[in-house]
């Protein structure tokens, strides 16, 4: 079975830019969520996707944004770009939703340079 | 927004010693308490993980402790190697809270 894919793997833009990122979930998994990570803050839950229903949501400004189509890939979309946004997001799927005992498969990630 | 602290942010073990990290909660309604092991230009891979109604588990050379009166839980890794060396992140469930990661190196 294929892994959690992310495209593009590596994306520079400037400040002020927006970008979209797309994730993959393995076959079968229905729920995608997504995590910013940077040096020192570990990772931190941007939102969760199941069954194209936004169902949680971390503490990230409106210009986080995301979606999720019927056969389960994922899109996340950052507008008005800010330096601050360079970081890797990963994305991470599951079986069922709510992610709580469900073993999570998490893909290799997006690195996001801001310049 | 931190609600799980994990300590040391680094951690330098000679190969064949016992790596210990540690992990703090505060919300009493997490009820699942993953580790994951991350790899350089990779995503976190689910390492072993708990439930608060036990005190320990153990998987291989990897061993979870957890004390609920504390809130706290750590990761003991026995018998370290050159191959564990890696960022380990602990984590806890409701709405997935991750702790900030060590990077552990075995020398």
């Known amino acids: 079975k294929a892994g959690v894919t992310q495209t593009p793997r590596y994306l520079i833009k400037t400040r002020g830019q927006q970008v979209t990122l797309s994730c993959s979930p393995i076959?079968?998994?229905?729920?995608v969520s997504w995590y910013q990570q940077t040096p020192g803050q570990g990772l931190q839950f941007l939102f969760e996707?199941?069954?194209?229903?936004?169902?949680n949501k971390g503490n990230f400004p409106g210009r986080f944004s995301g979606r999720q189509f019927s056969n389960s890939r994922s899109e996340m979309n950052v507008s008005t770009l800010e330096l601050g946004d360079s970081a890797l997001y990963l994305c991470?799927?599951?079986?069922?939703?709510?992610?709580?005992?469900?073993?999570?498969?998490f893909g290799p990630g997006t690195r996001l340079t801001v310049l | 927004q931190q609600q799980v602290k994990q300590s040391p942010q680094s951690l330098i073990v000679q190969k064949g010693g016992i790596s210990i990290i540690n992990c703090a909660y505060e919300n009493t309604a997490f009820d699942y308490f993953p580790w994951y092991q991350q790899f350089p230009g990779k995503g976190p891979a689910l390492l072993i993980a708990i439930r608060p109604d036990v005190s320990e588990k153990k998987e291989g050379r990897f061993t979870i402790s957890f004390n609920k009166s504390a809130k706290q839980f750590s990761l003991h890794i026995m018998d370290s190697q050159p191959g564990d060396s890696a960022t380990y992140f602990c984590a806890a469930t409701l709405k997935t809270r991750f702790g900030a990661g060590t990077r552990l190196t075995v020398k």
């Open positions: 076959s079968g998994h229905r729920s």
């Open positions: 996707y199941f069954s194209e229903t936004q169902r």
């Open positions: 991470a799927s599951t079986q069922l939703a709510g992610a709580r005992t469900d073993t999570q498969y």
